[in-house]
């Protein structure tokens, strides 16, 4: 049971692949960072990484690191060690809010984003730098997928799309 709380309405949140920490948003734009190996999951650290509301959350593979994307007045996203909230790259290159993003689950670990400029964006690191987008769909991108063995991925948009 959790006993601490979001002030504004949390919007999405995800279990770190150790499954020792859930992240979840809200949306101010601020991520709370939970400890689930006690009976009460304590509230460990808080971030304001954007200025909008928090549209996906991924962890690195390793539980290291969190990437965050949303709504922003000059930034879409964010990527930043969980545990100190220090800065391991930057999520640029898109011109709208990123409904969604998703952490490559193998080494080399790479980055890619769905936005609403219709672009998915791929990024490389850490520490995480644009690399180059896909500009493929005709409508807002929804969903960004890598499969399991991080060898391909998936993208589905609002022009009824599913690009891989």
Known sequence: ????????????????????????????????????????????????????????????????????????????GNVFLWDAGSSVGQITGHSKTINAVDYKPTRPFRICTASEDYEVGFFEGPPFKFHHGNKSHTNFVNCVKYSPDGEHFVSGGADGQILK
């Not at 809200?26 to 928090?54: C, F, M």
């Open 1 to 76: 049971m959790c006993t601490h709380k979001h002030a504004k309405e949390a919007t999405v949140a995800a279990y770190a692949p150790s499954g020792f920490y859930i992240a979840s948003g809200d949306i101010s734009g601020k991520i709370r960072i939970w400890d689930t190996t006690q009976k009460e999951h304590l509230l460990k650290y808080e971030y304001q990484p954007l200025s909008g509301a928090i549209k996906d959350i991924a962890w690195s593979p390793d539980s290291k690191r969190i990437v965050v994307t949303g709504a922003g007045r000059e930034k879409f």
